[in-house]
């Protein structure tokens, strides 16, 4: 069993920036796809970014591209989401997700863990 833990979120003016970090209790994180989703209230939870097991392969949302930057410490067992320019429809808790699998998936249903979540607030 995997646990996952965000920090990092909070209250930020449209154009600033963010970074979340999500930590694995799991030894093996190296082995594990990581993503980042977001969920918006009244929205669905949906596919931010992603990192294969090294870094090599990332995945990203057209909405972040540009903007948002993930990356990983197999070292630290975290990985992070760098959020620059960001804007008011980023608004959302941001969680990271697990995946036993090698390509960076972008479906829910395609993770087996997840974190609880951090709040991102962005001010207009």
């Known amino acids: 069993q995997v646990q996952l833990v965000e920090s990092g979120g909070g209250l930020v003016q449209a154009g600033g920036s963010l970074r979340l970090s999500c930590a694995a209790s799991e030894r093996t994180f190296s082995r594990y796809v990581m993503g980042w989703f977001r969920q918006a209230p009244g929205k669905e939870r949906e596919f931010v970014a992603g990192s294969s097991w090294n870094g090599m392969n990332t995945n990203y949302a057209d909405s972040v591209k540009g903007r948002f930057t993930v990356s990983r410490d197999n070292a630290k067992n975290t990985v992070y989401l760098q959020m620059n320019s960001l804007k008011p429809e980023d608004t959302a808790v941001y969680l990271c997700?697990?995946?036993?699998?090698?390509?960076?998936?972008?479906?829910?249903?395609?993770?087996?863990?997840w974190g609880q979540g951090t709040q991102v607030t962005v001010s207009s």
């Open positions: 997700a697990a995946n036993q699998g090698v390509v960076v998936r972008t479906k829910l249903w395609e993770y087996d863990y």
